[in-house]
């Protein structure tokens, strides 16, 4: 399994991972949803980069131009609440993709333990298509993996990119037990080394559905 940590490389994305992680300007809810956004934004470029592609012609006023353009079928994948803006941000460049969202949330036991459970999935036909799963916090990798296995319901795509904003090192190693190592590719923004005692990823940035949507009940 291929993973690419941005962190490792300088580009302005580490601008925006400073600004969501700052506890000062991620009270701006609107700025961290922009952020995370963006953050999106970079990613789908970069993985844009991955693609395959054929020469197509095109007509303009003047002549006919040939242009390398990606030929594979995209589905973008989220989990819901946290994903939403993360997810908009691969939208905004994969704009023709087709779309799957899935709710996988935290059923505490006691103030410590939880389950993930899954309760809805919205998706097309995956076989043979390049799967996206988008989900900016992966903190012990058991959303990711219940989420897959619930688009495996759907078919199963040729290749699949998992991409994250700030990835445990936990996380990393779990998906790699699950995810089919000849195709899969992971993308993380950056990658951190510790979980605290309710599973948060540590340094991290806290909640991002509650940064980007206000707190829940």
Known sequence: MKIVNFNERNS?????IY???SKQIQADRLRFRQNINRIGEVMAFEISKELHYSLKDV???LGTSTISVPDEKLVLCTI?????PFHQGFLDIFDNAENAFVSAYRKYKDTENFNIHIEYIASPRIDGKTLIIADPMLATGSS?????????????PAHIHIASII??????EHISKIFPEDKTTV????VDA??????????GLGDAGDLSYGEKE
């Open 167 to 172: 990835a445990a090192e936990q996380a990393l």
């Open 19 to 21: 600004e969501i992680r």
């Open 144 to 156: 990711m993996e219940l989420t897959y296995q619930a688009m495996l319901t759907k078919g199963h």
């Open 59 to 61: 007509e303009t006023p």
């Open 187 to 190: 993308w993380c923004a950056a």
């Open 12 to 16: 302005v994305l580490n601008q925006f």
């Open 80 to 84: 819901l609440r946290a994903g939403l």
């Open 194 to 203: 510790e979980l605290n005692e309710h599973s948060y990823i540590v340094p």
